[in-house]
């Protein structure tokens, strides 16, 4: 992470976080001003601000003192989880206790107008916001709280049917589990992690794939979960990309061949996992005299890198065939794959996280991620070609998940009949 590129920002928004505790405060002083306890009324009335300020303040400073050949820490996280938990509860807190004070200003100037001797007001209305506040406002603050401390094990297993016509009879039932963005450099409780990783193995598909990011920058994240992450095995076998974390770059290094050896050393371990690491080259799995393409390329991503060669990862591959690819990044897929000239029938992507933290309930779906991708999670078709969006197994920066669980994919492959 380059800090001079978000100093400034973190400096605005830790601003913008010091207004919102005066803010706050002033609703929780109004709130506890006839609480005949005094210790109660400090410890709410003060208790909060404080802490915020205390949180706003070790965050800037965990940013500020972090070494940018490292990259971020589990401090360096836990502290960004806190601050934004805080800063969301404020805001909420914050637009409540506004509306109401605004309100109570129309309010005021509707009275001196029309009545200029003045008029009986409420006395208890912005006591009654504030604590119309405090209550909407406990729901972001306990949420993030639990994101932090039990959402980001909270794997998911999501499954899906997609029927294709040109299917090989032989793999009519196929199935593919998918991982992405594993991102093990952020592993804080190995147990819960462990317990996704069997899951995922519960599940007996038939292949197993993971499309990239298995650290967050350095090779040896991985290292101590290798024997974990061994235990995936399927019947035609382990397969994996690289994603945009895996090359590096958004650490500083001493020198380009240290990058590169870190690169190498990934590739090794990807091998030690049993993952066969598909770096822009295609494979053909066979059943009963059947076969099926499975094509894998590098990172390709719009505002990423893109060392990607879908054009030699696809060489030699039978135009007629049944063809999967592995990339990490779904804008691949709007940018290149779906206007392939060869039908490219389905693209297992990742990347975006779901942002961590979104709505899927009932049919509603919402994440910021999709301000800035179109296709962000779940399954897309287009014509006879489809992309399927990872949420992701681990977690980046935010040390948490909300709303947008962590996720096992599951794919059965059918034959469409007449």
Avoid at 314 to 331: C, E, N, Q, Y
Wanted: net charge positive; hydrophobic share 45%.
């Amino acid at each position: 992470m380059r800090r001079g590129n978000f100093l400034p920002i973190f400096l605005i928004v830790a601003l913008i976080s010091f207004l919102l505790d005066w803010y706050v405060f002033s609703g929780l002083k109004t709130l506890t001003a006839d609480w005949k306890s005094q210790i109660a009324r400090a410890v709410l009335t003060y208790g909060f601000p404080l802490l915020s300020v205390a949180v706003t303040i070790i965050f800037l400073i965990s940013f500020g003192t972090m070494r940018g050949r490292a990259g971020m820490n589990h401090f360096n996280e836990w502290m960004l989880s806190l601050f934004l938990g805080f800063l969301v509860t404020k805001l909420v807190f914050a637009i409540i206790l506004g509306l109401g004070d605004l309100g109570g200003v129309f309010v005021g100037v509707y009275n001196l107008a029309t009545q200029p001797k003045g008029t009986a007001h409420f006395p208890g209305r912005r006591k009654f916001i504030s604590e119309l506040a405090v209550l909407i406002a406990a729901f972001p603050f306990f949420g993030f709280l639990y994101a932090i401390v039990r959402g980001k094990y909270d794997y998911r297993v999501h499954r899906k049917t997609i029927y294709f016509d040109e299917l090989p009879e032989a793999f009519d039932g196929f199935t593919i589990t998918q991982l992405s963005d594993i991102h093990s450099g952020s592993f804080d409780n190995e147990a819960a992690m462990q317990k996704g990783i069997d899951l995922a193995q519960a599940q007996k598909s038939d292949l197993f794939v993971f499309t990239g990011d298995l650290v967050n920058n350095h090779s040896d994240e991985i290292e101590q979960y290798i024997d974990n992450f061994s235990k995936l095995r399927s019947p035609y076998g382990q397969y994996s990309i690289l994603g945009n974390h895996d090359y590096g770059d958004y650490v500083q290094w001493g020198s380009e061949k240290e990058k590169a050896d870190n690169l190498d050393k990934l590739k090794r371990h990807h091998k030690e996992i049993g993952f066969r690491l598909l770096l822009d080259e295609h494979i053909e799995l066979e059943k009963n005299g059947q076969k099926i393409t499975l094509v894998g390329i590098q990172n390709w991503g719009r505002g990423f890198v893109q060392i990607g060669d879908l054009n030699k990862a696809m060489r030699g591959v039978d135009k007629d065939a049944f063809k999967i690819l592995l990339s990490h990044d779904p804008t691949h897929w709007e940018e290149q794959v779906r206007k392939y000239p060869v039908d490219i029938h389905l693209t297992l992507s990742g990347h975006t996280h779901g942002a961590q933290f979104g709505v899927e309930v009932a049919g509603i779906r919402w994440s910021p991620v999709q301000y800035r991708y179109l296709n962000w999670a779940g399954l897309i078709h287009q014509k006879n070609r489809y992309l399927y969006v990872n949420r992701g197994f681990g977690f980046l920066a935010f040390s948490g998940r909300l709303g947008i669980w962590p996720e096992i994919t599951v794919i059965t492959l059918k034959k469409k009949t007449a």
